[in-house]
């Protein structure tokens, strides 16, 4: 659908009429998706250094972004709490965690290289103030919007401040210090048999990769450059899994330059067999904004639509995802992807005109459009001979799944509440105040009986 403009180069309209343009438009009127927005402001406050790229106050131009449009009357929105340490422990090495909590910028002055090497810190993966605490806190977004997708408040979960997909069990990776793609998966494989995972950043997701490489319990699928040196240097196609987990690990490398067109073709020629064939009850999709044209680190030719269209293709399984966020160095852009990717999931359509009471407006200059032309910036590297070929290897190896992979789910594991132990004291001690007074009634009433 396309949204009506508000005005034209030959029509304006007084403030009062501007007042009541609707910001966003149903696609249709039978939508009844679920969707949850966990969102904890907190995390935008915390700085990797003046020069680093990744910039975390592009979560608050997003959220901006999502209020201005009104995005938040179509969700459940939620404040999550920090992961607790138990459970950041799940996938990570109890050695590592403890580092990151008593670190501090003064501590690592202090420290060996060979320490520093051992946790892989240095330009790349700096420590700042803080950086406990922000792993925590979009780490614990990602996990509870995990347990509303498994609880079936939500079918569609959505945290842009999650999506960290390099870190590894022992160490910080590309930008990333905890993983909680891998986190959230381990909590949604104690109830679903299967989940996919699909990654459309421009960097291969190796963390994730790495961590179910064995399994054919997790699929992982990545689209990402790749010419054996751009970073993380993983991603080949010829990366299929090992063990149980052969050819469940799916992996789409690209050159400079892809477009829109060539992107959306190639994403949709494989991912509907791989949904089809795979039949994962839920999937995890991880929508980093470096993928973009024009993006500070990136090197392809897309456009928000684009990107949007290959969330939206996935949506239209009808099967309960988790979105989530990740890389994205152009802060403006990053944002505007985000929150039009929020509208794809709620089924509703957004004026291009970004609305000007924005507090952080300025930021989309000189514009002030949610979809800026992005591409064109590079040469298109991907020849439709090598983009076919990449399709016929996949395919190919698609052919090795027989069959979806059959897990006997005997009992749901009790911790699902995603409450801490402190909190789960407090509730059990209110339950005993409650019984303790429920008993004291009983023997009023039993008292009250016997002088009657």
Known sequence: MEVPKSETETFTVDKTTESHIPLYYPNSTTNKTNVSYHYNPEVNKFHYGALHPMKPFRLLLTDHLIISYKLYEK???YTPRQASKSELLEFHSEDYINFLQTITPDKVKTLTSDTLAQFNIGDDCPIFDGIYDYSALYTGASLDA?????????????????GLHHAKKFEPSG????????????????????????????????GVQEAFYNTDRVMTVSFHKYNGEFF??????????????????????????????SYIRLFKSIMEPLIVKFQPSCIVQQCGADSLGYDRLGCFNLNIRAHGECVKFIKSFNIPMLVVGGGGYTPRNVS???CYETSVLNDVSLNHKIPNYLPSYDWFGPDYSLHPQLDGRIDNK???????????????????????????????????????????????????????????????LKTGELMT
């Open 146 to 162: 995990s347990r509303k997708l498994i609880s079936g408040m939500s079918d569609i979960a959505i945290n842009w401040s999650g």
């Open 75 to 77: 969700m459940d929105l």
């Open 336 to 338: 505007r992807l985000w």
């Open 232 to 261: 993380p240097g993983t991603g080949s196609v010829d990366e299929v899994g090992i063990g149980r987990g052969e050819n469940y690990a799916i992996n789409v490398p690209l050159r400079d330059g892809i477009d829109d067109e």
């Open 382 to 444: 991907n020849s439709k001979k090598y983009l076919q070929s990449v399709q016929t290897k996949i395919l190919e190896q698609i052919r090795y799944l027989n069959h979806a992979p059959s897990v006997q789910m005997y009992e749901i594991p009790p911790d699902l509440t995603g409450l801490t132990e402190e909190e789960d004291k407090l509730i059990n001690e209110l339950n005993e105040d409650l019984r303790r007074e429920e008993n004291l009634m009983k023997d009023d």
């Open 175 to 206: 930008f990333c210090y905890v993983n909680d793609i891998v986190l959230s998966i381990l909590n949604l494989l104690r109830v679903h048999s299967r989940v996919m995972y699909i990654d459309i950043d421009l960097h291969h997701g190796d």
